[in-house]
């Protein structure tokens, strides 16, 4: 029986000794969250800092899942921030951190705008092709004497959408590079770019919009013309 006790009183201490090997310290979280972020993986070094802030109340924490959110999702990355003041309200990065915060509302409200502007546009497309009367413009046919001018002016309406596409990358790549600036006074002239790049992606989307309803009103408009008109216009333009 004593063998047997023995045996048993040394299995439990090399389970004491053995268990926290099996076991995630805060420092182990805490390093697989710079590697996560340092891979790109921001969603998952977010959550990895959720559970380090778990296990220690560190508010540096709280400021690094800022930073990891702050480029994908701005709203839980402000959130964060307000709690890295709350718990840290005399800072001395507090001042940064509210201009970082101040910036990424200004981002989410430009960004709000843009769509907004968006959506007015197609609107504006879908009720200009409800007054042709068709809904849908149906397929050109090369032998009916369809017009090419406005096929050839919506297309030159999608290749100026398709140009506010790099406009936004370049606006967003600004923005975060005025975030993560070094200085106010750089951050500064960083954001002014950024929102350069903002005001021509929104003016390249609207315009682009645009051209693309007229077309497309064009094109319904000679597509519904009767043929016996098409033929009747055609043959005029020959007398001259």
């Known amino acids: 029986m004593r063998r047997v006790a023995a045996l048993l009183g040394s ?34 070094a977010a959550t990895l800092l959720d559970k ?17 959110l702050q480029d994908i999702q701005p709203e839980r990355a402000i959130a964060a921030y307000e709690a890295y003041l709350t718990a840290q309200p005399v800072a001395t990065d507090a001042p940064k951190v509210r201009l970082i915060i101040e910036r990424l509302r200004a981002r989410i409200a430009q960004e709000e705008a843009l769509r907004l502007r968006t959506r007015e546009a197609e609107a504006a497309a879908v ?9 849908t413009p149906p397929p ?14 919506t297309g030159v309406g999608a290749a100026t959408l398709g140009a506010s596409l790099p406009l936004w990358l370049a606006g967003s790549s600004a923005h975060a590079d005025a975030v993560a600036a070094p200085s106010i006074a750089e951050s500064d002239s960083r954001q002014r770019t950024a929102q350069g790049f903002a005001s021509a992606t929104s003016v390249t989307l609207v315009t682009g919009s645009v051209i693309i309803a007229i ?18 216009h055609a043959a005029g333009l020959g007398t001259f």
């Open 215 to 232: 077309g497309l009103v064009w094109v319904i408009v000679d597509l519904t013309r009767s043929p016996s008109a098409r033929v009747s």
């Open 11 to 44: 299995a439990f201490v090399l389970l004491a000794v053995q268990s926290p090997a099996f076991a995630d310290t805060f420092d182990d979280v805490v390093r697989d969250a710079e590697a996560a972020y340092s891979a790109g993986k921001l969603e998952e």
């Open 140 to 153: 050109a046919s090369p032998g009916k004497g369809v017009a090419v001018a406005p096929w050839i002016i």
């Open 52 to 68: 380090a802030y778990a296990m220690r109340r560190d508010a540096a924490l709280l400021f690094n899942k800022g930073r990891a």
């Open 127 to 135: 009720r200009n092709r409800a007054k042709s009367g068709v809904s």
